[in-house]
């Protein structure tokens, strides 16, 4: 049995895939596979629900206990993607919140570090999502006091 959100995430794929220019490598690679999250994520929450322990998190139902693949909300504490040393491959312990920050990668290992760095887009979507949905509820539906 398949979970929603790595449905939504191989899905999403397909249609980046027919739909833009985005290479599977290097930094478009990493927007690539953001998109895929981000929209991965966007189906889970309208099928499921809100949760905020599952929506900013993806493929966290197939991996139980591991927190998932990726955090979307704390991506520099949470899974891990490759890097190199030397002519080998390994496995860094957390994914970039900002660009060229900890955790980036740009060697060969990984496409270009694809399935790490997508963690900068998938953190700007967090706090768009998260934080502006917030400040707009509260702008616009203050209860009185």
Do not use: K
Not at 22 to 43: C, H, K, M, Q, T
Not at 117 to 131: D, E, K, T
């Amino acid at each position: 049995m398949a979970a929603l959100d790595v449905i939504g995430h191989e899905y999403t794929h397909g249609i980046v895939r027919y739909s833009s220019e985005l290479s599977r490598y290097y930094e478009p690679g990493a927007l690539n596979e953001s998109f895929s999250d981000i929209f991965s994520n966007v189906i889970q929450e309208w099928v499921e629900g809100y949760d905020f322990n599952r929506i900013y998190t993806q493929a966290e139902d197939p991996i139980i206990g591991t927190g998932g693949l990726r955090s979307l909300h704390d991506p520099l504490n949470s899974g891990t993607h490759s890097y190199e040393i030397g002519p080998y491959c390994y496995l860094a312990p957390g994914h970039p919140n900002t660009y060229g920050g900890q955790y980036w990668y740009d060697g060969p290992c990984n496409n270009g570090g694809i399935h790490g760095n997508c963690g900068v887009q998938n953190y700007w979507f967090y706090l768009l999502s998260h934080f502006l949905s917030f400040t707009l509820c509260s702008l616009f539906f203050v209860h009185p006091g």
